[in-house]
């Protein structure tokens, strides 16, 4: 159940209202009364005696919105004629489409744009190779690319609903970093089969984002693409958050004025987010790393609940060797940082971590542990949500992390340019503006791409990654 009526249980509600004195505070008597979030009040048709209104209500969730529709029912004098989910309104027929950037009017546009103009260009391509991505799309478009195992928090769920998130991302991709996307949900999860579609079809893209791939499947996808294609494959779930992660780390060492590698960070979660963030903290430097899973701490030697993605991770997170529970880890730790499952994290843990407690509870949407529990008992929270103070949001990495691997024709990625995109992000924020509750800049921070993919660009460039 969620927490607040939210923008994503929104309702209109157009209902046939007597028209007479007093409806309307009967009507906004039983939203506020039923605990809606009344919104806009349109008018729609005014008839003798009679007034059509649409009227806009946020729910918490689908319990909560019948509630608020049983709640007009009581009213004498109004008559519910439609009830309209704006969620599923906005997907009708999809979020995103296809447009022509050349207008086509008369005969002579046709000849350039098509035959026998088009011929021209495809003879020079041939010559050129890399002439691709001047004259197609190839220069901003990426591919996203899942298989519908691990989606959102909602899990194997397979391609076809997939689909909405998918087409969300390339909406995203747009939105913030101009960069065309196409989304491609895979009816297979076998590995050498993903590897062996992507890599045939990956011509017209410039990039692949990896999304919603279940670990431990997704690191294996993720390493064969990266040896077979000669452009930048990312998963998404991995690196962007691990990128933001970072990035907000950072920021959080500047508050302290301590040296991130110093700290001592437990992770909560051995899945593609929790690895991920884990190995790129390792490679910035960061030592003293334990993650937790179902079954516990991580160490080398563990029976239960191993395979080999796990040992490896195991061989190289916890140097003290310390076993037993997540409530075992966390004592005297710096950070903690959940990408797991809700509620996993009690206040007594939180007391058992070091002075200067901090907290990205991750999990979406609903976190490790409430931050109306937490925020009393650390110095700096976050969180993956919108509603509450420095949200962690993949949003802030990859639109232009791509964008300057696209600028530059990348022919790969690299561990330095995560670490770019991280000092990018984190350096938006101004010394004098960062503070315990401002550590992450806001996703709708148009600067943010802008600095990401020109740090981006220019570390591919030095480490002669760029064509």
């Given at each position: 159940?969620?927490?607040?009526?939210?923008?994503?249980?929104?309702?209109?509600?157009?209902?046939?209202?007597?028209?007479?004195?007093?409806?309307?505070?009967?009507?906004?008597?039983?939203?506020?009364?039923?605990?809606?979030?009344?919104?806009?009040?349109?008018?729609?048709?005014?008839?003798?005696?009679?007034?059509?209104?649409?009227?806009?209500?946020?729910?918490?969730?689908?319990?909560?919105?019948?509630?608020?529709?049983?709640?007009?029912?009581?009213?004498?004098?109004?008559?519910?004629?439609?009830?309209?989910?704006?969620?599923?309104?906005?997907?009708?027929?999809?979020?995103?489409?296809?447009?022509?950037?050349?207008?086509?009017?008369?005969?002579?546009?046709?000849?350039?744009?098509?035959?026998?103009?088009?011929?021209?260009?495809?003879?020079?391509?041939?010559?050129?190779?890399?002439?691709?991505?001047?004259?197609?799309?190839?220069?901003?478009?990426?591919?996203?690319?899942?298989?519908?195992?691990?989606?959102?928090?909602?899990?194997?769920?397979?391609?076809?609903?997939?689909?909405?998130?998918?087409?969300?991302?390339?909406?995203?991709?747009?939105?913030?970093?101009?960069?065309?996307?196409?989304?491609?949900?895979?009816?297979?999860?076998?590995?050498?089969?993903?590897?062996?579609?992507?890599?045939?079809?990956?011509?017209?893209?410039?990039?692949?984002?990896?999304?919603?791939?279940?670990?431990?499947?997704?690191?294996?996808?993720?390493?064969?693409?990266?040896?077979?294609?000669?452009?930048?494959?990312?998963?998404?779930?991995?690196?962007?958050?691990?990128?933001?992660?970072?990035?907000?780390?950072?920021?959080?060492?500047?508050?302290?004025?301590?040296?991130?590698?110093?700290?001592?960070?437990?992770?909560?979660?051995?899945?593609?987010?929790?690895?991920?963030?884990?190995?790129?903290?390792?490679?910035?430097?960061?030592?003293?790393?334990?993650?937790?899973?179902?079954?516990?701490?991580?160490?080398?030697?563990?029976?239960?609940?191993?395979?080999?993605?796990?040992?490896?991770?195991?061989?190289?997170?916890?140097?003290?060797?310390?076993?037993?529970?997540?409530?075992?880890?966390?004592?005297?730790?710096?950070?903690?940082?959940?990408?797991?499952?809700?509620?996993?994290?009690?206040?007594?843990?939180?007391?058992?971590?070091?002075?200067?407690?901090?907290?990205?509870?991750?999990?979406?949407?609903?976190?490790?542990?409430?931050?109306?529990?937490?925020?009393?008992?650390?110095?700096?929270?976050?969180?993956?949500?919108?509603?509450?103070?420095?949200?962690?949001?993949?949003?802030?990495?990859?639109?232009?992390?791509?964008?300057?691997?696209?600028?530059?024709?990348?022919?790969?990625v690299d561990k330095e340019i995560f670490f770019a995109a991280a000092n990018a992000?984190?350096?938006?924020?101004?010394?004098e503006e960062l503070n315990e509750d401002y550590i992450i800049p806001s996703i709708?921070?148009?600067?943010?791409?802008?600095?990401?993919?020109?740090?981006?660009?220019?570390?591919?460039?030095?480490?002669?990654?760029?064509?």
């Amino acid at each position: 159940m969620g927490y607040v009526p939210s923008p994503s249980y929104s309702l209109i509600v157009r209902v046939e209202i007597e028209n007479r004195i007093g409806m309307f505070a009967k009507i906004a008597s039983a939203i506020s009364g039923a605990g809606g979030d009344l919104g806009s009040i349109d008018i729609v048709k005014v008839e003798k005696g009679k007034i059509i209104r649409d009227i806009t209500v946020n729910a918490r969730d689908a319990e909560h919105e019948k509630k608020i529709i049983k709640a007009l029912k009581n009213i004498e004098g109004i008559k519910i004629l439609r009830v309209m989910d704006r969620t599923f309104l906005v997907h009708e027929g999809g979020k995103i489409g296809i447009y022509n950037k050349v207008i086509v009017k008369v005969r002579e546009d046709l000849s350039r744009v098509y035959t026998p103009g088009v011929a021209r260009v495809c003879l020079d391509i041939n010559k050129n190779k890399e002439h691709v991505y001047r004259y197609t799309i190839k220069g901003n478009t990426v591919a996203v690319i899942t298989d519908g195992t691990a989606v959102l928090g909602l899990g194997n769920i397979g391609p076809d609903a997939a689909m909405p998130v998918m087409e969300g991302k390339c909406m995203l991709f747009k939105e913030f970093g101009g960069v065309d996307a196409f989304p491609i949900a895979l009816r297979t999860t076998d590995v050498d089969e993903i590897v062996s579609i992507v890599k045939k079809i990956s011509t017209p893209f410039g990039g692949i984002n990896l999304e919603d791939i279940a670990a431990p499947r997704c690191f294996e996808v993720e390493q064969k693409l990266r040896q077979e294609l000669d452009i930048p494959v990312i998963h998404d779930d991995q690196h962007g958050t691990a990128i933001v992660t970072l990035a907000a780390l950072i920021n959080v060492g500047r508050v302290f004025k301590r040296d991130i590698k110093e700290f001592k960070i437990v992770i909560a979660g051995s899945g593609a987010a929790g690895t991920a963030i884990a190995y790129m903290l390792l490679d910035y430097g960061v030592n003293d790393i334990i993650i937790c899973d179902r079954a516990g701490i991580l160490y080398e030697g563990r029976a239960d609940d191993m395979d080999p993605h796990k040992e490896e991770l195991a061989r190289k997170t916890n140097p003290r060797k310390i076993k037993g529970k997540l409530s075992d880890a966390i004592e005297g730790a710096d950070v903690f940082i959940g990408v797991s499952a809700p509620n996993i994290l009690k206040p007594e843990d939180i007391k058992k971590m070091a002075k200067d407690r901090v907290v990205f509870a991750l999990a979406n949407p609903d976190p490790e542990v409430a931050p109306e529990i937490a925020m009393p008992l650390v110095r700096i929270m976050a969180t993956g949500r919108s509603d509450y103070p420095n949200q962690i949001n993949n949003v802030l990495a990859f639109p232009g992390l791509f964008k300057g691997l696209l600028e530059v024709r990348a022919k790969g990625v690299d561990k330095e340019i995560f670490f770019a995109a991280a000092n990018a992000i984190a350096n938006i924020i101004k010394d004098e503006e960062l503070n315990e509750d401002y550590i992450i800049p806001s996703i709708f921070n148009k600067k943010v791409a802008q600095a990401v993919s020109h740090a981006v660009s220019e570390k591919a460039k030095k480490l002669k990654l760029a064509r």
